[in-house]
């Protein structure tokens, strides 16, 4: 069971949702990494119009590992297997509708079962702790489980999530009837909360905006753009306008950048700021770049995980309450956030 406000929760709880869930947390939380990484780092291949969401059809057993091992490294929100998984490319590979929908919901059923197995893992290793040390410190995380959409360029499998051109034929309304059915099925599935992640331009921030009003999405939201040059959206469209749409939107609890190098992160979230004081999410990629034709990760310079995680302070700083990794990012670039951010947290007490 989540913690998430389930349907017909009323706006006032909605809008507070993020912020009284960070309350919860300490004062920040945790997003999982790269889910797709870690998929190929347990063997799978990935090199498929579907991308991470092949996993749901070929190796759900797999996809639950991999919940698993960022819950174990400390992730307070954890990403389904759904980004590139849509109904229109499961039909492409020759499943139904009703079957395309299935899958979807199963990606979040893969992440909720791996949080169950968390807390009952958690609830044992507490009920250990407590016979042995009379002490309750090793309590349980919270955790949400976000149902992951990914943009059309996802769809489009071309690297194009990370250029925003979609042509002139791609208008708002057209995006809107490409993500409404996956979005209302990802909204009945049991998530606590829908990423719409690596969002390029600013008509589909538009398209999800409306999508969320005219479909009644009862869940709450975040939206994060993707960024490759520090200043704009992917697109070049402007990341103030891009956040203002996000910001006016009440079932949207969270903006943020993520699948963006960590070195242009600073500069956005001071842009964000400017026009929302909404919770601000971050989670990177490495700093390497994409090559979708080739569908692998170049490196652009020497960054490792201990590199990224210098930076968090600073987002924190800049005004960001959520954090963790996205592409080429591990458990270990996560239990690396955890600890900096809790050690963070405790020398706060101690002062
Ligand atoms: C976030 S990107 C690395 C996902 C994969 C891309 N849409 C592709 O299919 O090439
Ligand atoms: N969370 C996604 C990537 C977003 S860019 C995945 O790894 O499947
Ligand atoms: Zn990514």
Redesign the pocket.
Known sequence: MGIGLGGGSSLDETSSFMVDFVKKCGGYAVVDG????ELERHGADLNDPL??AKCLITSPHLAKRVHLDYLNAGANII?S?S??GTIQGFEAKGFSKEEGEGLLRKSVEIACEARAIYYDRCTKDSWDYFTHNNDQSSLRRPVLVAA?V?SYGAYLADGS?YTGKYGDEVSVEKLKDFHRRRAQVLANSGADLIAF??TPNKIEAQAYAELIEEEEIDIPGWISFSSTDGINAASGDSIMECAAIADCCKQIVAIGI??TPPRFITTLISSIRKVSSKPLVIYPNSGETYDAESKQWIRSNGLVDEDFVSYVGKWQEAGASIFGG??RTTPNTIRAISKLLSAGNSSKYNT
């Open positions: 790269g889910f797709a990484t991308w991470s990403t297997g980004y590139q992951s990914g999530e992640e690596t993520n699948c996205c592409c």
